[in-house]
């Protein structure tokens, strides 16, 4: 494995998706427009290639924010009215996506880069949105409105939700339907910006988990708590941090999700997101194990122990690169540093395998979905 040319290789795959006003377009065929996660991803990967592209992508991520400051998780720049009837409104989709923002600027601050009083400022109005406008499920964890916010879309936490009987089979083509109906359930306020769905809301797991680790890497850039606003929301940090602490299911071996049907205890990587936040030693360890998430391509996004687990079917077990990505920043940071080298070496051997493929089989590392999707370029990052 040459890294010297895995990195030329990435850079070249950013080069060719890079487009105005600034962003990467994940996969020009398949996803040519802008995802609010890919961009943060891409901002990190432009940074550890020393590209200043990475605040360029950053702050066009965050650029399409509502007054609420909720950031949408599509935005259709060089074609504002595409979708126009499906989200109700042009240019951006009407639902939001994990708020990688955080990290991003957290990680381009280490790298150097300035990140400055606007960019701050549109962070901090996101997880005001998120921390405060979003009202709280049962436990108190912040819900997402639709499966597609968590950015696990077809998830086996979602299963009890498929309206084609809750069988043990799961139907994409049914689920498809059923997604869809759920964005023509969204409930806004003035300004356009979700806030309810009768349909699906749910305390992801790890869509908390996500919040809670991102507000932490955003406060760690210096002067960024001595802000009186941000101060404000460290008590909702506070509150969240340890209503997220309460769900993990011992039995189950994860974070559980909460919503009226008290479902989501399906062991997936996702779910395991919480280690970036609550890293417990014993709970790493499925994910150096080969009968659960361990592989030489990464780790499996479901275990090898849920009857869902399928290694070729999207979201259903294959491995993807931002989650192989966070989970070694998560070992990392709580010290797991042989971990965290193997989960980064795995999702190398995988991106390479696959021809940096928007995610791969864990078990082959055959490529699936868009080859090649930007974000495989986080294998090369340094966590």
Request: charged content about 20%; proline content about 6%; some cysteine.
């Amino acid at each position: 494995m040459n890294e010297t040319y895995l990195r030329q290789q990435v850079k070249s795959i950013l080069n060719e998706a890079w487009t105005e006003p600034g962003f990467c377009v994940p996969n020009s065929g398949v996803y040519p427009h802008q995802w609010l996660w890919d961009s943060c991803f891409h901002a990190i990967t432009w940074a550890e290639l020393g590209d200043d592209r990475a605040i360029v992508e950053l702050e066009s991520a965050l650029a399409s924010q509502y007054t609420s400051g909720f950031v949408p998780h599509m935005t259709y720049w060089n074609h504002p009215e595409l979708h126009q009837e499906f989200w109700g409104r042009p240019k951006t989709s009407s639902i939001t996506q994990p708020p990688m923002f955080g990290h991003a600027a957290s990680e381009l601050h280490r790298r150097g880069y300035e990140i400055d009083e606007d960019l701050r400022y549109r962070i901090e109005k996101a997880f005001h949105y998120l921390l405060k406008s979003r009202t709280r499920t049962s436990q108190g964890l912040v819900p997402i409105y639709h499966p597609w916010e968590s950015g696990c879309d077809d998830s086996p936490r979602w299963d009890v939700f498929d309206k084609s009987g809750h069988t043990s089979r799961f139907d994409v083509d049914d689920w498809r339907t059923t997604k869809s109906q759920m964005v023509g359930s969204l409930v806004y306020q003035s300004d356009g910006s979700p806030v309810a769905n009768p349909l699906f809301e749910v305390g992801s797991a790890g869509f908390n988990a996500l919040i809670l680790f991102n507000f932490e890497e955003f406060c760690a850039i210096p002067g960024v708590i001595d802000r009186p606003t941000v101060r404000d929301l460290q008590s909702e940090y506070q509150i969240l941090r340890q209503r997220f602490v309460a769900i993990w299911s011992e039995p189950d071996r994860t974070w559980v999700d909460d919503s009226h049907c008290r479902a989501g205890n399906a062991a997936t990587a996702d779910g395991l997101l919480g280690l970036l936040v609550d890293p417990k030693p014993a709970r790493f360890e499925q994910l150096r194990s080969a009968a659960a998430f361990g592989s030489q391509y990464g780790c499996a996004g479901v275990s090898r122990t849920e009857p869902s687990y399928d290694p070729a079917t999207y979201w259903r077990g294959p491995s993807w690169p931002q989650l192989n990505y966070l989970l070694s920043v998560a070992a990392r940071r709580a010290g797991e540093q042989e971990l965290a080298s193997e989960l980064q070496f795995s999702s190398l051997r995988g991106a390479e395998t696959s021809g940096f493929a928007e995610y791969w089989n864990p078990d082959t590392g055959t490529g699936l979905g868009a080859i090649p999707q930007t974000w495989a370029g986080l294998a090369i990052v340094s966590t």
